[in-house]
């Protein structure tokens, strides 16, 4: 599962953005970050992202968010959803365990009432197996009545394996009728291994009708056994109590083959031809030629089987440009000796540092045959740096220096209390990744650390004192 439902639910625009509000309603910036100061944290890292809609030749407020995270991970913290320039809908609080795994989501509406601003919705448990994989989810409505959870549903991933023999991964969902867990649908996965734990077949099944059935039954050609490689591959289909031809592939070249990952297709072919059981012979049906760069880019071309002969029909085009961002995705057909683009999106993005702060997104309007905008995306990351109680009532003076800021290859990190010194420090990414930790035997009022190897951008210090203070700050690479 991803890491929450709300990326999820927004998977076609992948991003959100930050707005100043207004009115009584409404939530200030200023007012979250003051509210935020009882925590007692340290550091909060937020992030922003815009997305603007394209109308009338300028670029309109659409959706909104704003994310915190834990910045010692990463994690997300909790997201606040702001529909338009000023409609604050939902927030999501995020949960995890000892292993930083997420167990539990939590989705509020705002109700903009002074004291009681957010109210319980809905809530999402997430458990794991011995493994560690997702095993269980189950989900809950909020009771505003009675103030209590009420289950909805439950989803449950089960995995079983031994090595060399059999492996089956089972999806389901049950339904609360208020009494017991009714099972309304599912899809079970059975996979065959050979003696080195390669797939060599997989029978799929589905729960219809208070029952499993199967639905399709896939065997597998290897041509290395103990990488799992193959060069074809033939299904059949469960019809009338029976299985039948259903289609094949043929002449197939993998590429990078990494293996059967988490036991899912998600692979790459050099090429491949799919054939069709029409009842009674093979028919082909369409070739693919993949051709890949190495910044995981491709074109892929599609080939129809006509009058004996492949011929061209259409092609794929997927392109990121240096930083691995993804810059086109178009498909276009091949018609009267030229390629006519049917649909596709296209980015163009700003970048501060190693990320990108503006990505403009194009769509291709095949009326007028252009390349029209439909949405930008602005993102931003700042760190509210808040001192502790214990520190705020210190008679020290906190906090350090970085010299020089910005910094090429070396930075001086000094203490502004002389009688304290640098137990350790901590270096973390915008988006609060951990980079590197260090320890000093030596303990001294100032520091060099050598930063030559690290990307251009905007990095946060997180120094320990021998006083058991935590002081940050920021600073910029070149």
């Given at each position: 599962?991803?890491?929450?439902?709300?990326?999820?639910?927004?998977v076609f625009s992948m991003l959100l953005s930050f707005g100043q509000q207004s009115g009584e309603s409404k939530i200030l910036l200023k007012n979250m970050l003051k509210m935020q100061q009882t925590a007692g944290d340290t550091i909060w890292l937020y992030q922003k992202h815009t997305i603007n809609q394209w109308d009338n030749g300028v670029y309109t407020p659409y959706v909104t968010g704003i994310y915190e995270y834990y910045p010692a991970t990463a994690n997300w913290k909790s997201c606040i959803v702001i529909n338009g320039e000023s409609d604050t809908t939902e927030k999501y609080n995020y949960f995890y365990d000892e292993n930083n795994r997420l167990t539990s989501t939590v989705i509020r509406n705002y109700t903009g009432n002074p004291g009681n601003e957010w109210m319980n919705t809905y809530r999402e448990d997430q458990f794991y197996n011995?493994?560690?994989?997702?095993?269980?989810?189950?989900?809950?409505?909020?009771?505003?009545?009675?103030?209590?959870?009420?289950?909805?549903?439950?989803?449950?991933?089960?995995?079983?394996?031994?090595?060399?023999?059999?492996?089956?991964?089972?999806?389901?969902?049950?339904?609360?009728?208020?009494?017991?867990?009714?099972?309304?649908?599912?899809?079970?996965?059975?996979?065959?291994?050979?003696?080195?734990?390669?797939?060599?077949?997989?029978?799929?099944?589905?729960?219809?009708?208070?029952?499993?059935?199967?639905?399709?039954?896939?065997?597998?050609?290897?041509?290395?056994?103990?990488?799992?490689?193959?060069?074809?591959?033939?299904?059949?289909?469960?019809?009338?109590?029976?299985?039948?031809?259903?289609?094949?592939?043929?002449?197939?070249?993998?590429?990078?083959?990494?293996?059967?990952?988490?036991?899912?297709?998600?692979?790459?072919?050099?090429?491949?031809?799919?054939?069709?059981?029409?009842?009674?012979?093979?028919?082909?049906?369409?070739?693919?030629?993949?051709?890949?760069?190495?910044?995981?880019?491709?074109?892929?071309?599609?080939?129809?089987?006509?009058?004996?002969?492949?011929?061209?029909?259409?092609?794929?085009?997927?392109?990121?440009?240096?930083?691995?961002?993804?810059?086109?995705?178009?498909?276009?057909?091949?018609?009267?000796?030229?390629?006519?683009?049917?649909?596709?999106?296209?980015?163009?993005?700003?970048?501060?540092?190693?990320?990108?702060?503006?990505?403009?997104?194009?769509?291709?309007?095949?009326?007028?045959?252009?390349?029209?905008?439909?949405?930008?995306?602005?993102?931003?990351?700042?760190?509210?740096?808040?001192?502790?109680?214990?520190?705020?009532?210190?008679?020290?003076?906190?906090?350090?220096?970085?010299?020089?800021?910005?910094?090429?290859?070396?930075?001086?990190?000094?203490?502004?209390?002389?009688?304290?010194?640098?137990?350790?420090?901590?270096?973390?990414?915008?988006?609060?990744?951990?980079?590197?930790?260090?320890?000093?035997?030596?303990?001294?009022?100032?520091?060099?650390?050598?930063?030559?190897?690290?990307?251009?951008?905007?990095?946060?210090?997180?120094?320990?004192?021998?006083?058991?203070?935590?002081?940050?700050?920021?600073?910029?690479?070149?």
């Amino acid at each position: 599962m991803k890491k929450n439902i709300f990326t999820a639910t927004l998977v076609f625009s992948m991003l959100l953005s930050f707005g100043q509000q207004s009115g009584e309603s409404k939530i200030l910036l200023k007012n979250m970050l003051k509210m935020q100061q009882t925590a007692g944290d340290t550091i909060w890292l937020y992030q922003k992202h815009t997305i603007n809609q394209w109308d009338n030749g300028v670029y309109t407020p659409y959706v909104t968010g704003i994310y915190e995270y834990y910045p010692a991970t990463a994690n997300w913290k909790s997201c606040i959803v702001i529909n338009g320039e000023s409609d604050t809908t939902e927030k999501y609080n995020y949960f995890y365990d000892e292993n930083n795994r997420l167990t539990s989501t939590v989705i509020r509406n705002y109700t903009g009432n002074p004291g009681n601003e957010w109210m319980n919705t809905y809530r999402e448990d997430q458990f794991y197996n011995a493994v560690g994989w997702d095993s269980l989810h189950i989900s809950y409505i909020w009771n505003p009545n009675d103030s209590v959870w009420e289950k909805k549903s439950k989803r449950g991933f089960s995995y079983y394996y031994n090595y060399g023999e059999a492996f089956f991964h089972v999806d389901s969902t049950f339904i609360w009728n208020g009494q017991q867990w009714i099972m309304s649908d599912g899809y079970k996965r059975d996979f065959l291994f050979n003696e080195f734990g390669q797939i060599y077949e997989k029978k799929v099944s589905l729960y219809k009708n208070n029952k499993w059935v199967y639905d399709f039954w896939d065997s597998y050609h290897l041509t290395n056994d103990t990488t799992g490689e193959f060069d074809s591959s033939y299904t059949q289909a469960w019809q009338d109590g029976q299985w039948q031809p259903y289609f094949k592939f043929t002449e197939i070249i993998l590429h990078n083959w990494q293996g059967f990952t988490n036991y899912v297709s998600d692979i790459q072919y050099e090429q491949i031809i799919k054939h069709w059981w029409d009842g009674a012979q093979w028919i082909y049906i369409h070739k693919i030629n993949t051709a890949f760069d190495t910044l995981g880019g491709r074109t892929a071309y599609y080939y129809q089987w006509i009058n004996d002969n492949w011929e061209i029909a259409a092609r794929l085009n997927e392109i990121y440009n240096e930083r691995k961002f993804k810059t086109l995705i178009a498909r276009e057909e091949y018609n009267n000796n030229q390629w006519d683009t049917i649909w596709g999106s296209k980015y163009s993005y700003e970048y501060l540092g190693s990320i990108w702060k503006v990505m403009y997104l194009y769509e291709y309007d095949t009326t007028i045959m252009k390349w029209v905008p439909t949405f930008n995306h602005v993102l931003s990351d700042f760190t509210y740096i808040l001192n502790t109680p214990e520190i705020e009532s210190s008679n020290k003076t906190p906090g350090l220096k970085i010299i020089p800021n910005p910094a090429k290859n070396t930075v001086l990190v000094r203490l502004n209390d002389k009688t304290d010194r640098i137990k350790s420090v901590r270096l973390y990414n915008i988006s609060g990744q951990k980079i590197f930790e260090k320890t000093f035997q030596d303990k001294r009022q100032q520091e060099y650390l050598n930063i030559s190897a690290l990307k251009k951008g905007v990095y946060i210090l997180q120094v320990i004192t021998t006083d058991n203070m935590i002081l940050n700050g920021k600073f910029v690479k070149n």
